[in-house]
């Protein structure tokens, strides 16, 4: 029989057990601090061989506490303020653990709220692995993919963020706490969604006038190119406002307009300066915006000149040449009309000319029984006649028929020219 005290070195403390028949055992208490503690024994019968040296490294026990659950330490992925899309993600954390994870239990849970309510959109868990075998230590990596396909961009319209946690306990059943040890905010990082959202902004060119000289009482048409380079399409609010030198302001138009997403949208509004002097015009959109355009002096309308009003802004010797070139194309044409109709009365003439031979013998009798003082003025006027038709007719003239004709007064004979430009004698 062997019935001897045994004494235990645990945490500062001794604790003393009887052995019987070499069989002990003893309930020791551990600190609440967690930690690697070292514990040894002796037989405390065998005095100066008690404690076993025989073997360095079973002589002491180390006993492990762990008290506190897995502290994730930092996240790595996605990076701090990074901006999320709606697709997947990988998720990389760095949890420090003294007595062993255990790996079935660990998840990754990630949820959209949305931004004003934190009312929670969407949510999910999705299952944990370690980068590497060992499952204590002070930096273990732990990662899973975050799938946030379901946001549509229907849904990024509105402002969202993104919150994520681990979800588990280690092999003493200490539950996961938050980011170094919080156990009030369990979670660990936070990221915004992208927030699909028209943004305008404007160029320092974008400002252009349609005139630049001007008088007071013109108007001017006024352009301005706002671009969108926001992610959704939108319309903003535009000031225009006309600005003296010395710093006077005049609101000329308040308007607004619409752009595609990535696209540059045009509004245009006219101006009339109501002053003179040395302004221009500044746009300033509804998010502060602010763009001008040329400086311009606005110069006192002044009395037009004879010139001005006759000839308005063409230059006055263009418009001298081209006024004598108009009155000349006019008399040609006057002149071009008085010679057709001419001919066309010789023509008429020259038809009478051919039958009135016919018509003479016809009528001689009724020639001889008239008064010779009827004849007499009958044979004047025809003399007249002749000499007046002699003098306006021409050697060929054009038909009421549609052909060229020449009378040959010696032989009395006509010509004609046919379709093919032959000359023709009348039959």
């Not at 005290?5 to 609440?32: L, R």
């Not at 079935?104 to 370690?130: C, K, N």
């Not at 355009?293 to 000149?305: D, F, Q, S």
């Amino acid at each position: 029989d062997f019935d001897c005290q045994v004494d235990i070195f645990f945490g500062g403390q001794t604790y003393s057990v009887m052995a019987i028949e070499g069989i002990w055992s003893k309930a020791i208490t551990a600190p609440a601090t967690s930690g690697s503690l070292p514990m040894t024994w002796s037989v405390a019968c065998l005095e100066g061989q008690g404690v076993d040296l025989t073997v360095q490294a079973t002589s002491v026990k180390w006993i492990v506490v762990d008290g506190t659950g897995p502290e994730p330490q930092e996240v790595l992925s996605p990076r701090p303020r990074a901006i999320l899309g709606g697709e997947n993600h990988e998720v990389r954390v760095l949890v420090q653990e003294l007595g062993g994870l255990d790996m079935a239990s660990l998840e990754l849970v990630w949820q959209v709220e949305d931004f004003e309510t934190g009312d929670v959109i969407r949510s999910g868990r999705e299952p944990l692995l370690l980068d590497g075998e060992d499952i204590d230590g002070l930096s273990l990596e732990l990662y899973g993919e975050m799938n946030l396909s379901e946001i549509t961009n229907e849904m990024l319209i509105d402002r969202m963020e993104v919150k994520i946690s681990i979800a588990g306990r280690d092999l003493a059943g200490n539950a996961v706490t938050g980011l170094g040890g919080n156990t009030n905010n369990p979670f660990l990082a936070t990221w915004n969604m992208e927030w699909l959202q028209p943004e305008f902004t404007v160029s320092p060119s974008a400002m252009t006038y349609s005139r630049l000289l001007m008088d007071v009482g013109d108007t001017t048409s006024i352009q301005l190119e706002v671009e969108n380079i926001g992610t959704l399409q939108g319309e903003t609010g535009v000031s225009f406002e006309a600005v003296m030198a010395d710093g006077q302001r005049t609101l000329i138009q308040r308007t607004t307009v619409s752009a595609e997403a990535g696209s540059i949208g045009l509004v245009a509004v006219d101006w009339g300066p109501e002053m003179a002097g040395i302004q221009y015009v500044e746009a300033t959109l509804d998010n502060g915006a602010t763009v001008s355009g040329p400086t311009i002096e606005v110069r006192v309308a002044e009395e037009p000149t004879f010139s001005q009003k006759l000839f308005g802004d063409v230059n006055p010797i263009i418009g001298s040449i081209t006024g004598v070139l108009l009155i000349a194309v006019v008399i040609s044409l006057l002149a071009w009309m008085r010679r057709m109709t001419v001919n066309q009365g010789s023509r008429s003439d020259y038809d009478w000319d051919e039958y009135s031979s016919e018509f003479e013998d016809d009528h001689e009798d009724d020639y001889d029984e008239m008064p010779s003082t009827n004849v007499a003025s009958t044979t004047v006027a025809s003399v007249a006649a002749t000499t007046e038709t002699a003098e306006e007719e021409t050697d060929w003239v054009m038909g009421s028929d549609g052909y060229w004709w020449y009378h040959d007064k010696e032989a009395n004979e006509w010509w004609y020219k046919d379709a093919n430009g032959d000359i023709v004698k009348h039959p």
